[in-house]
């Protein structure tokens, strides 16, 4: 009988063709996958820290190492690509549907952030040096005493 985050026998027999060997070439064997994938689960589906895992599903370092490593090669994707294709093949997917996050939007960077106590942050502007050459001088006053100088003194 599974329990309420657990793989049903279906949705085990759907995904275990998927993983990596159980048996590594070398080293000791691995804890069983289907145990594993289901702590993998409780804990995504309760968001509880990763140390509260609950026993039955072995220590939580073993659980958190498997989903990591598993994760950095791509497995989950690959499983997701998997499963995504064999069921559209059933015809169970229905892809007129689309859902967008607005949590991946972009807001303008203006938006960011309130502004401080006392007004808006304000970040002094200095021109760049290629901008101060290229401009005209805005003064045309001349050092006093330069004027009245004759060049041949």
């Known amino acids: 009988m599974a329990r309420r985050h657990e793989l049903t026998d279906d949705q085990w027999t759907r995904l275990e063709p ?19 994938v289901n702590g993998i689960l409780w804990k995504l589906r309760t ?7 609950p026993e039955r599903y072995g220590p939580w370092q073993t659980v958190y190492t498997r989903f ?7 497995v989950w994707d690959r499983i ?3 499963l995504q294709a064999a069921g559209d093949a059933r015809g169970e997917l229905d892809w007129s549907l689309h859902v967008l996050d607005g949590t991946t939007i972009r807001a303008h960077p203006h ?3 309130a502004a401080q106590k006392g007004g808006p942050l304000r970040r002094p502007t200095r021109r760049s040096a290629a901008a101060r050459v290229a401009s005209r001088r805005s003064s045309t006053s001349v050092r006093s005493g330069a004027a009245s100088r ?4």
């Open 150 to 153: 004759s060049p041949g003194r």
């Open 111 to 113: 938006a960011a952030g």
């Open 80 to 82: 997701l690509a998997a």
């Open 68 to 74: 990591r490593r598993w994760r950095l090669a791509g």
């Open 18 to 36: 998927h993983l990596p060997p159980q048996k590594p070439p070398t080293g000791k064997p691995n804890r069983d996958h289907r145990t594993v």
């Open 47 to 53: 968001g509880a820290p990763w140390r509260d895992l």
